[in-house]
């Protein structure tokens, strides 16, 4: 599975735009891109995933550059309760077996 | 409503006494894992389940053992936990091993004396 680099922490005012980027520059033609988060020690929640199009579900946005060495989750209207580690994944679709979870961007949504 | 449920949540034990974390699932399906989460190295996968009475060694499988004689259930087991055993430990679940989302339960905190 192709490395992810995302940042450490970032932090957002509640009710602004969150924009989480994550850098995948060696991801291969049939590597999805998923975004999980972990609020406090409960486990992983899947967000939403895209291979090469934007993608939007009712908890975010995937926005998926041309050449998908990048993406950026969007989450429009950020709470208090999406403070959270955000995780960018990158896999295919029918490899391996564990997600490769790495670090994360710590998100602190302040009031 | 779908889940994956974990028991029990939080257990203090001493070593050596034989313990199991159960983990059940609701949804069907058929690929099944445990990780395992300690601070500064993130989620290791300890196995992983393809189906029923299939498993295999994930990243860190010493010290533990697994079964999946159902569908729904894949227990952990920890014949002899020792200190560095310590951690939370998490069970997911999926349709495949890289279709679609996993599903993950809420945890357990291992905590062995």
């Known amino acids: 599975d192709a490395k992810t ?8 005012a509640e009710g602004r735009a969150a924009n989480l980027p994550c850098n995948h520059s060696t ?6 891109v998923y975004w999980y988060r972990q609020i406090h020690s409960q486990g992983p929640q899947y967000i939403i995933h895209g291979l ?7 908890m975010a946005s995937l926005i998926i550059t041309e050449d998908r060495k990048s993406s950026t989750l969007i989450l429009p209207h950020a709470t208090l309760r999406d403070t959270a580690v955000y995780y960018c994944i990158v ?3 029918n490899s391996g077996y564990a997600l490769n979870f790495g670090k994360g961007t710590s998100l602190l949504v302040t009031p | 409503e779908a889940q994956v449920t974990q ?3 939080y257990l203090i034990t001493v070593t050596g006494k034989k313990l199991t974390v159960t983990c ?7 690929y099944m894992s445990w990780y395992r989460q300690d601070p500064g190295l993130g989620l290791r996968q300890i196995y992983y389940s393809m189906n029923v009475e299939v498993t295999d060694k994930g990243d860190v499988p010493e010290g533990y053992k697994v ?5 729904r259930n894949f227990p952990l087991i920890l014949e002899s ?3 560095n055993q310590t951690s939370l430990y998490f069970c997911a679940s999926s349709l495949g091993p890289g279709r679609g989302s996993q599903h993950f339960g809420d945890g357990t905190r291992l905590s062995i004396l």
């Open chain 1, 5 to 12: 680099t995302q940042p450490p922490s970032m932090d957002c």
């Open chain 1, 27 to 32: 991801i291969s033609g049939n590597e999805y």
């Open chain 1, 52 to 58: 090469k199009n934007n993608e939007t579900n009712e």
């Open chain 1, 91 to 93: 896999r295919a679709a």
């Open chain 2, 7 to 9: 028991n029990p949540r």
């Open chain 2, 24 to 30: 059940s699932q609701n949804m069907n399906h058929e």
């Open chain 2, 67 to 71: 079964s999946r004689k159902e569908k």
């Open chain 2, 81 to 83: 936990p020792s200190p």
